[in-house]
């Protein structure tokens, strides 16, 4: 399982905290490329656009994860 505690100096961190911040970079990096690609006007809503695209990345590093341990 990819779920497991973290423990650095006696405190346990959650991996999924791990997961969120390699999201949140990988989000931005392909957010950039897409709008670099597509261009801003057809990726309207760009809120949404991004939370989404934080979700998305965020379950596939999870995904991902779980599938190495």
């Not at 690609?37 to 760009?46: A, K, S, T, V, Y």
């Amino acid at each position: 399982m990819g779920l497991r505690e973290i423990a650095l100096g006696g405190i346990y961190f959650s991996p999924l905290l791990l997961y969120a911040l390699l999201g949140v970079f990988f989000a931005a990096v392909l957010r950039t490329f897409l709008h670099r690609w597509l261009g801003p006007r057809i990726l309207w809503f760009e809120a949404w656009f991004d939370l989404a695209l934080f979700v998305i990345v965020t379950a596939v590093i999870a995904f991902l994860f779980s599938l190495t341990w």
